[in-house]
């Protein structure tokens, strides 16, 4: 099927981003190149895939597997999948080994329910640890506090690898108040990456969304996950 009105839709909105995030880049200091852009598809269908990837854009965040699936039947091999959402341990099956990383590992029973799963399938998952920075009740995620004995509990799974952390900051109107939760997000991560364990090598930050995503860039953000900015239909189409 044609869909080059949706295309040049999409090539647009992408110009504008990529404007902002090498602005935001530039800004920070750093190279384009350490900025990922995870494609958040939860409020389109596979044929949104298939425009994704038409302009270069392989990285696809999904946040139910069950939404996820009929997607990964048609363009599964073509993109990198990334589980965003939260993750309840009895779709774990649905997840291990169909998506190259988990973002969402966010409590003890979770690891073990992957460990467990990836074990049997021979494979290792790539995780990011989710960490509720700001401590908002309503989020999911670590609370800080719980944060070195959830590593400490779970360096022996050896199906399981630490690759970075995740957070997602309180919507606020003003992004410049977001600005903390994704600084301390990266010192989470310097800490983190001086754990000795061997199951832990946290070098990548997901963080930032449509309405944030330049600060966290500006605060070391190496995936963002960007959602209604680039593939959400406007209100009147
Ligand atoms: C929906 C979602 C996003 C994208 O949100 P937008 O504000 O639409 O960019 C990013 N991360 C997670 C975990 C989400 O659920």
């Known amino acids: ?117 990836a074990e049997a399938l021979g494979i290792i998952v790539p995780c990011f640890v989710q960490i509720n920075v700001s401590g908002e009740e309503t989020k999911f995620g670590l609370r800080p506090n719980d944060v070195l004995a959830f590593f400490a509990e779970t360096s022996n799974m050896k199906h399981i690898k630490v690759v970075g952390l995740m957070t997602m900051a309180p919507h606020a109107e003003n992004p410049e108040e977001t600005r903390a939760v994704f600084r301390e997000l990266r010192q989470w991560r310097d800490r983190v990456g001086q754990l000795p364990y061997d199951n832990v090598d946290a070098r990548e930050l997901s963080m930032g969304m449509s309405g944030d995503f330049e600060v966290a860039i500006e605060e070391g953000a190496t995936y963002i996950r960007l959602g209604s900015v680039l593939v959400k239909p406007e209100e009147h189409e």
């Open 1 to 117: 099927m044609e869909r080059t009105v949706e295309r040049d839709k999409l090539r647009a909105r992408l110009t504008k981003i990529e404007e902002r995030i090498e602005a935001a880049c530039k800004r920070a200091g750093r190279s384009r190149e350490e900025v990922k852009i995870v494609a958040v598809t939860k409020y389109v269908d596979a044929d949104a895939i298939g425009d994704l990837l038409s302009v270069g854009i392989d990285h696809i965040g999904e946040n139910r597997a069950q939404d996820a699936l009929p997607k990964m039947e048609r363009y599964g091999a073509e993109g990198t999948w990334h589980f965003i959402g939260h993750l309840q341990t009895n779709k774990v099956k649905d997840v291990v080994g169909k998506f190259a990383y988990i973002h969402s590992l966010d409590r003890l029973s979770l690891a073990e329910a992957i460990n467990k799963r």
